[in-house]
């Protein structure tokens, strides 16, 4: 085990860099449990195998101290926090962090342990925390954050982890998605308008559907489609290089154009199977037929025989690895169709359902011994990923909670391994192992496997740890 000595934010770069590169690599250090990492040199140094500390405290820690950490440094391995990684640019500082710390473990014949699992307490109010900070961003338009923040906390209503707040705190995510809510954009922009149908309830103000249902209809208006008929991920046919948005911060956003017509990939369904299921349980259930469209070809198109998806098409032709993530986002699809339309016809739940246990059926066959998914499904020389397996553990238990899929003893097992190992992913509300980007390459695997590993915030960990304690009976 190792010494993390340091007075910095333990959530801010680079501690949280520093602290993923510790996680991937299987380095154990003193405060993982406490998240709550030593700010001064400790009186005995006997226990510790190597240690991290930052360069503010070296420069100010007594003679003595120097001397008793000197003596350690001859022995075993001290590396430093450089002072100027609190403000590099993040990726940059990442890439160094990353290279040091493979340096510090080599160097220091530090051998891969395994995590212990932290308490849910502790994540959710690593979550709780984010979230917070989420209000403060400043934000030209929805993000697929406003959805999974505001899933999030919703999951934590009327529960006891929410603060006294928390009620509010929702309220304040729906009325920003209800102001940035517009038919310019990108599918991004138009997750969030699967939230307004709960937020017009919420509120009981049926002005919140009028905005829903004028946004929608001037989507479905203006917006080409695909060759297959689908709504296209973004722009707009009478403007199709965006240039009545050229003097606002919009103009030469490629997802603001019509770039995208042609594809057909597994992130539109997430947030567009959503956005229609919305429109129906609001009163219009004929714009239900645009979310099942999608359901339907990516089941025909983008599945492959062992199960997985493709990330993508284009004029009915599958590409793309089996990227993880991107499988997931196709099944967020489908539970969101389910959570935001429950009044749906029984022919269309039949089908729904089916699409994700098919599912269920080809990432029960995939998962690693771990209990994670690698980031391309069927290639174990892949990294694991964490985001993918706070979803499938979140999407499948509570479509067992909810009695649409039976409750076989194979698949609880394969949640109870995934939340296990998500147990020992997540520092201050943020999951180390997620893939960053979004988007499919048409002919380039490598582009897949590239992708890096960070410590994101993954909002929906908060419910994917309460429905899994309900399903496994945990208290």
């Known amino acids: 085990m190792i010494a993390l000595i340091t007075a910095k934010d333990p959530a801010g770069q680079p501690v949280r860099m520093v602290v993923h590169q510790l996680i991937e690599q299987g380095i154990?250090?003193?405060?993982?449990?406490?998240?709550?990492?030593?700010?001064?040199?400790?009186e005995d140094l006997s226990p510790?195998?190597?240690?991290?500390?930052?360069?503010?405290?070296?420069?100010?820690?007594?003679?003595?101290?120097?001397k008793k950490l000197e003596k350690f440094a001859l022995q075993k391995y001290v590396w430093i926090i450089p002072e100027h990684y609190s403000t590099m640019e993040a990726a940059a500082a990442e890439s160094a962090i990353e290279l040091n710390i493979n340096l510090f473990a080599a160097c220091a014949g530090l051998k891969r342990e395994e995590f212990p699992e932290i308490g849910d307490r502790k994540i959710i109010d690593g979550f709780i925390d984010r979230a917070r900070d989420f209000r403060q961003w400043v934000l030209p338009h929805i993000c697929e954050y406003h959805l999974h923040f505001a899933e999030g906390a919703m999951a934590l209503e009327n529960t006891p982890y929410a603060p006294e707040d928390w009620s509010s705190f929702i309220d304040g995510i729906l009325a920003d998605v209800y102001t940035m809510f517009a038919p310019d954009g990108d599918h991004d922009q138009l997750c969030g308008g699967s939230?307004?149908?709960?937020?017009?309830?919420?509120?009981?103000?049926?002005?919140?559907?009028?905005?829903?249902?004028?946004?929608?209809?001037?989507?479905?208006?203006?917006?080409p489609r695909s060759a297959e008929g689908i709504v296209s991920m973004g722009g707009n046919r009478h403007d199709?290089?965006?240039?009545?948005?050229?003097?606002?911060?919009?103009?030469?956003?490629?997802?603001?154009?019509?770039?995208?017509?042609?594809?057909?990939?597994?992130?539109?369904?997430?947030?567009?199977?959503g956005l229609f299921a919305a429109c129906a349980?609001?009163?219009?259930?004929?714009?239900?037929?645009?979310?099942?469209?999608?359901?339907?070809?990516?089941d025909r198109?983008?599945?492959?025989?062992?199960?997985?998806?493709?990330?993508?098409?284009?004029?009915s032709?599958?590409?793309?690895?089996?990227?993880?993530?991107?499988?997931?986002?196709?099944?967020?699809?489908?539970?969101?169709?389910?959570?935001?339309?429950p009044g749906m016809p029984d022919d269309c739940r039949i089908k729904v359902v089916k699409f994700l246990k098919k599912s269920l059926d080809a990432l029960q066959r995939v998962q690693s011994t771990s209990g994670l998914w690698h980031n391309i499904l069927d290639d174990p020389s892949t990294p694991l990923e964490t985001s993918s397996g706070v979803l499938i553990t979140y999407i499948y238990s509570w479509c067992i909670n909810q009695g649409l899929i039976a409750a076989d003893d194979a698949y609880i097992a394969m949640i109870s391994r995934c939340r296990k190992a998500l147990k020992r992913k997540f520092w201050h509300g943020y999951g180390s192992g997620n893939c960053t980007g979004t988007m499919p390459a048409a002919d380039n695997p490598g582009y897949y496997r590239r992708r890096r590993m960070h410590l994101y915030t993954m909002p929906l960990i908060a419910p994917a740890?309460?429905?899994s304690a309900k399903l496994l009976n945990l208290k």
Request: aromatic residues 14%.
């Open 28 to 42: 154990l250090f003193d405060s993982w449990e406490s998240q709550t990492p030593l700010t001064a040199i400790p």
């Open 48 to 66: 510790f195998d190597g240690m991290i500390v930052d360069e503010d405290i070296l420069r100010y820690i007594s003679s003595a101290a120097r």
């Open 195 to 223: 939230l307004l149908e709960l937020y017009a309830r919420r509120r009981n103000d049926p002005e919140i559907l009028n905005k829903l249902f004028f946004t929608v209809d001037t989507l479905l208006e203006n917006r």
């Open 240 to 273: 199709p290089l965006f240039f009545n948005g050229i003097d606002t911060p919009f103009f030469g956003n490629n997802g603001y154009t019509v770039v995208g017509r042609d594809l057909v990939n597994n992130e539109l369904f997430h947030y567009y199977g």
């Open 281 to 298: 349980a609001a009163g219009k259930p004929h714009l239900f037929a645009e979310a099942m469209k999608i359901m339907e070809h990516i």
């Open 301 to 315: 198109v983008h599945r492959d025989k062992d199960g997985l998806f493709f990330h993508a098409s284009r004029k």
């Open 317 to 341: 032709q599958a590409f793309g690895s089996k990227w993880c993530r991107g499988n997931t986002h196709a099944l967020l699809g489908a539970f969101y169709m389910l959570r935001r339309y």
């Open 465 to 467: 740890l309460i429905e």
